[in-house]
């Protein structure tokens, strides 16, 4: 009930294409979903986060769909650019626990 | 204002040493997290401290894992007689915790640590 599944596992786009990536969780106690950025040797960053109360919040290219009776989330990363190539993690809370539980990572390729 | 700091970067001992790693949270936030890093369990919650309260040790694989926080700033994850399957990135973050905006944790770069 714990799992948080992330998909597709690898994405390649063309510059200025869409990035679509999705996850599905279980556990209807968490209630905050970030998505973090991950470059080679460096620790996961915060790209954008949403509460279940709203079903989508933007920020520049990068925004977040939500659907809490599908218990899905998924980012969509606009006009796609080589420096958005990275791991993707979606998470999830319980904000009364506070451990993320974190999806399997995307490896997104954006090609010049 | 300087993030999460980790030391070592990387540590590479034999199996059955004891190792040691260190985490500096940003300054002021009162929550601190443990993540491990792995090619085949991904990333994974460890241990979580707030405050002065019992920390949350529920992610933490077995009894050779250990970790605690001074004065409610630095931590320490010690692993004891350290197996191969412990290779992996160990990942400290740290957060508010309270207020706005006080879930999101912001981590550190990582002790990759191998062992042999």
């Known amino acids: 009930q714990q799992q948080v599944k992330q998909s597709p596992q690898s994405l390649i786009v063309q510059k200025g294409g869409i990035s679509i990536i999705n996850c599905a969780y279980e556990?209807?106690?968490?209630?905050?979903f970030p998505w973090y950025q991950q470059f080679p040797g460096k620790g996961p960053a915060l790209l954008i986060a949403?509460?279940?109360?709203?079903s989508e919040k933007k920020e520049g290219r990068f925004t977040i769909s939500f659907n809490k009776s599908a218990k899905q989330f998924s980012l969509h990363i606009m006009d796609s650019q080589p420096g958005d190539s990275a791991t993707y993690f979606c998470?999830?809370?319980?904000?009364?626990?506070?451990?993320?539980?974190f999806g399997s990572g995307t490896r997104l390729q954006v090609q010049p | 204002g300087a993030g999460v700091s980790q030391s070592p970067s990387n540590k590479v001992t034999e199996k059955g040493k004891d190792v040691e790693l260190r985490c500096d949270p940003i300054s002021g936030h009162t929550a601190l997290y443990w993540y491990r890093q792995s090619l085949g369990q991904g990333l994974e919650f460890l241990i979580y401290?707030?405050?002065?309260?019992?920390?949350?040790k529920s992610g933490l694989p077995s009894d050779r894992f250990s970790a605690e926080r001074t004065g409610g700033s630095v931590s320490t994850l010690t692993i004891q007689r350290t197996q191969q399957e412990d290779s992996a990135v160990y990942l400290c973050?740290?957060?508010?915790?309270?207020?706005?905006?006080?879930?999101?944790?912001?981590f550190g770069p990582g002790t990759r640590l191998l062992v042999l």
């Open positions: 949403i509460r279940p109360d709203v």
């Open positions: 556990n209807t106690a968490f209630d905050y």
């Open positions: 401290f707030q405050g002065n309260s019992a920390p949350d």
């Open positions: 973050a740290s957060s508010l915790s309270v207020g706005t905006g006080g879930e999101t944790q912001y």
């Open positions: 998470a999830a809370m319980d904000t009364g626990r506070r451990a993320l539980t």
